[in-house]
């Protein structure tokens, strides 16, 4: 008879095991799923005790969890740039979340079916399916928990290991290591002792261990017997499988009980925080910072107890993977920042506290405090940490919350507090008059609108380095000529136009960014405009995402506010924000530049802008204008969501720091070396003013002048329009 086809195929639960050890095992799960609970209730509770989070974290509950589950079960983060991690993740969730659930299955049909439905379900076909699908998915875990241990232990890769790299890493692979090994070895005794089955071949790991066990002659206490006193005798009773099955399975139970009983107060709460802090992200963290109130108590870290609930389940959602130090441009260049310790510092500190320690400054000077104020200092604010983590840990909003404690100290650096005071004094971060703010344009050979008096189609805000920095001028009328020639009505505001409070914001300075901001709003209420435009992505990032989120009316009544606004601004997205990089291209789609795409045939290759890019998904304008003028585009090995920061965004631009290399050096370096074309490469593209700046110095620093040259976008297209015009003119001539 062919075993498979029997009805009444099935295995005893608890084979072996006395009602004595029944009640002892029963007694051992109830006390480890007691201390789960109260870990847990431990772990929720110091949540609770976190301020609230300035955005919504829970609504729309149902949609967020599905969204999650889809994110978690997918891996999707895990498989990033990384494809050996995220089969190794894979294949350990998948086959842990099996175990799991076939263990529920277990209960259910013990307790539920057998003791008060008096049925089981738990056998025949679908018996056979349980035990194939339990010894694929378990095989696969073990296989992902051996992935692990090379990758941790032989390979040794530099992302695992760091000050924060503990004990508690090596106890929870090699637990799940135990339970995975330990679970196919107590199944392979079970299922030699029970006389391998021919219905137990769908456990295919267990019985090709049973058939090994047959194999090496390993004594069963039934085989001793039948054979009679003399073999009983000589056997070594010890060591046959039906102890070795005893051992195993009470060494399995106790593992598993320490495991669960273990999981609310280290690295395996991962499991738990990590799924909540999916469900609980914000779809525009880092895009946009948390609301500026008019009580900046409220937004310091002048104690643990400052941060948000959300803030703290970040930090015990890190699971210590080091993606997002790897991709730090910041750590990269021996800058003492390290996202990863950051985050983990302050975990380490709040259990520290809570366990009764003492109390020390969150971010100072000198080594005293949990972070160092130079820091926060490194930090680029090019969201790479978040784009990188597979929990969705909101890095930028964190480090913001430190900068503001840094500015709200005075512990910001000498050239940045010179950038607030030229803010503050002239509405420039370069410290020069205002009037001046428009003089770029005097070269042009036509006049540009002034879009305080005349209604416009684009409101064209031209940024601080486009209208005062001489390198950025250039990109500044090659803009305008753009957008005279595709004949658009545009204007800007000439001295009515401020820095747009990006940056500053971002280095902890608010209520400046706050009055900044509230200047341009109330500027902009009295002009008529279709669009926005910005040269600059910060710029673009800023009023796209941040002014609406800004509260004015918060701000009203306060006598150092020099405005009246007290709308939310854009709150409901009526006016188009647009990077110049879109509306150009919308411009060329619709035909208003002559462009044939065979003007320029240059071998270039493209540095995707942080806050064009990773900030709000912008990947493909830049590159249909580059295409637009003919040149050959060839790509940076680390392109669009992967792009290395060109170390000018966080106040970068404005700090001087001990850096080996430059960020902008060791990007033009990949660009030289790295992509096909590597030496060919005639032209560094940018589409971003600080980008500019940066790169033109790092040319230059790293001795690269005669090598490439950098140009803007707008650059290429007003030279591939005056190449047209060239044409044209020649038809015409013959």
Known sequence: MDALAQSDVARETYWGISSTEYAVFYLLAFTAVLVFAYGAYQRFARYAKGDDDSFPRIDDLQNRIVSATKIVLSNEKQFNRDL?????????????????????????????????????????????????????????????????????????????????????????????????????????????????????????????????????????????????????????????????????????????????????????????????????????????????????????????????????????????????????????????????????????????????????????????????????????????????????????????????????????????????????QNGNTFGDSPRNRGDWADELEFDVTDAREKEVDYLWYVGDFPSYDERNKQVARSLATILQEADVSFGILFDDEKFDGNDIRRVGEELLYVELAGHHVETWEDCEFDKIVCTDPHSYNTFKNEYPEVNFDEFADDPMMPFEYEEQWNEDGEIDVLHWTQAVEELVDEGKLDLSGTELDYTVTYHDPCHLGRYNDEYEAPRELIKATGCTLDEMPRNRSNSFCCGGGGGGLWMDFEEEPKPSEERIREALEDTDAGSGIEKFVVACPMCMTMYEDGRKTGDFEDEIEIVDVAELIVEAIGKEDEAKVEVAAD
């Open 84 to 424: 050996y991690g995220g089969l190794m993740h894979s294949f350990i969730l998948w086959g842990f979340l099996t175990l799991f659930i076939a263990t529920l299955i277990l209960g259910a049909d013990l307790y539920v079916g057998q003791k008060i439905l008096h049925m089981s379900f738990w056998d025949g076909d679908f018996y056979l399916a349980y035990q194939f699908m339990v010894d694929a998915l378990g095989l696969l875990f073990v296989v992902g928990i051996g992935m692990a241990m090379y990758r941790r232990y032989w390979v040794r890769n530099h992302r695992l290991w760091g000050r924060h790299t503990s004990n508690e890493d090596d106890l929870f692979i090699w637990t799940l290591f135990a339970l995975g090994v330990g679970g196919f070895l107590l199944e392979g005794l079970r299922i030699y002792i029970a006389g391998i089955p021919n219905h137990e071949i769908v456990s295919f790991v267990g019985y090709g261990l049973a058939t090994l066990f047959d194999g090496i002659g390993l004594p069963t206490t039934e085989a001793a017997v039948a054979a009679g006193p003399e073999y009983s005798a000589s056997a070594n009773l010890g060591a046959n499988a039906e102890t070795l099955h005893w051992l195993t399975w009470w060494s399995h139970s106790l593992i598993a009980f320490f495991f669960i009983a273990w999981i609310p107060y280290a690295k395996p709460f991962h499991m738990i925080s990590s799924f909540a802090n999916v469900v609980t992200r914000d779809e525009k963290a880092g895009k946009r910072l948390p609301n500026v109130p008019s009580d900046l108590d409220a937004t310091n870290a002048e104690s643990i107890d400052d941060f948000t609930w959300k803030e703290i389940l970040d930090q015990d959602a890190c699971t210590k993977c080091g993606r997002c130090s790897s991709v730090c441009p910041a750590k990269a260049s021996d800058r003492p920042l390290d996202p990863r310790n950051v985050i983990l510092d302050l975990k380490s500190y709040r259990e520290d506290l809570d366990a009764g320690g003492e109390e020390k400054p969150i971010i100072a000077d000198g080594g005293t405090s949990v972070i160092n104020s130079e820091t926060m200092d490194s930090c680029m604010a090019c969201m790479a940490c978040m784009d990188a983590c597979p929990v969705e840990i909101e890095h930028l909003k964190s480090f913001t919350r430190l900068n503001r404690q840094q500015t709200d100290q005075g512990d910001v650096s000498s050239s940045m507090q010179d950038v607030f005071q030229n803010v503050m």
